[in-house]
């Protein structure tokens, strides 16, 4: 009886263990495929590469300036924007669970998750590109407001459903009222899931090419601070220079898929040092 | 409002209160009155409702959406279900029977909630005092003083129960709804913080409503007792009274401890 049930147990390690392999093979394949391409390309252009503008086509000289800057300023657009709306609207569900309103917005924002983000993109270029008549940061900053926003808003209000009940009654029954019971207990108890989803929704946002296409305009000719003006963004880069039949743009490319890859390694980090180092 | 010097003594009247909880009632027709300065026990078989009682007195069952009440409660003669229950809650210090000290404040912090909430008081110092005052009464002073920027989740159970209790003393209530507030505490703890408890209502005229497991916890302190069984008052009289010469044998058993 027992001698069987080892056999099965080794039988499902080894199982468990070939399938890890096998899971692992992408993701170091990946890594490996960023380092040797890309890294040469960082490496041989030096700090230029972050800071020059993009070369000619045959040309020598390397630079993603422009994305990088567009990169950054899409990234605090989106969180000032999608975040605010992501935690108040994530908050409001979960206080007035019972209420049909919060129950319907709760399930048409997690919806927005549901459409691809080339619509989202499209939207945006209807609602806002069309009538100001020019592509601009801040409209991909929208976008991307809207494609992480559902994501940040289904952690937050999931780690503010965990907050066990006795606490909530506890404020309650000190007098507070909903406000208080969900800024004073619910979301300090929560805070690790708040912090960890609006991480979430960052890292889902700047990883997204769809929705820049038709919204920053792709302008890397000239490293622009201005949210009102054309810009450029890491994966737009990405998506077209590896297209490209010059191999000194797709060598940008792989350079800068390694920068954005470095960068989603540095906020993956973060969320795993949140979830283990903020405890309760 | 107007109250009169009668219902102000009269610091809560339970007046045919039934509870429902989803299909289920668990509270059947409870009347009972309370008078400043004075302590009933709640007694009662486990899952006889004594819990829901005291949530029910202080609208806690509003927050839950399977939860019906019907019935008055009234606290200083104002029926709590016809007013702000936030405002009524504010001269009502509640121990539940788990502790649930806010993990996220400090000893310090879930003391100073209340009072800072209520705005009790009008400086730090005095705040420091009625920390420090809830926390002696609570019985946790001496634990805690070296420590009152730690968490509670260093304490034993033992210990945040008493926290907890100290955070409602902190609110200087009018009415004190205390859950088996010392099922967790050694004996010796138990009996000083029944002393407290006594104090606090025969020198501030707190009402207080306790329930407990232990017959003669409630012989110690109480003036009067409430026995439930099954969600039904099936006892309800002075201490002394019920004690000698209950009226029903259940009352009886549970007393001999035989339930
Ligand atoms: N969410 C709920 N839905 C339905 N019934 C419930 C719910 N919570 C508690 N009850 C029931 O309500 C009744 C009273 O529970 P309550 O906690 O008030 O009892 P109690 O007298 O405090 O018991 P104990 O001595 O074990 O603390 C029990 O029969 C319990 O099963
Ligand atoms: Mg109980």
Redesign the pocket.
Known sequence: MSSSLDHKDLFLKIIVAVLSIVALIPVFSIVYELVIRGLPVITGAGLKFFTKTAPAPGDRLYGIGPALVGTVELALISTAIGIPIAFFTGVLIETFRESRISQIVNIIAKSLMEIPTVLIGMLVYILLVVPTKTFSIISGGIALALVMMPYTLTYIEESLNQVQYKYIEAGYGLGMNKKQVAFKVMVPIAKRGVVVGILIGITKALGETAPLLFTIGAARNTINWNPLEPGDAIPLLIFDYIQSPYDNMKDIAWGSALVLFVLFAILYSSIRLFVKRVRI | MTSTSLELERALEVKGLNVW??E?Q?LHNITFKVNRGEILAIM??????????L?AISRLLDH?T?ARVRGEVLINGINVYTTNPYKARKYIGIVF?NPNPFPHMTIYDNIAVGPKLHKLVRSKTELDNLVRWALKSAMLWDDVKEKLNSYPAELSGGQQQRLCLARALAMRPKLLLL??PTANIDPVNAKKIENIVKKMSREESVAVVI?T?TPAQAMRISDKVLF?FN?KTIEYGPTQVVASNPDHDLTQSFLRGEI
Do not use: A, C, N
């Open positions: 909880l989803g289920k668990i009662g078989p486990s899952g006889s409702g004594k819990s829901t009682l949530r839950r399977d029977q859950d088996e329930v497991h439930l969600g």
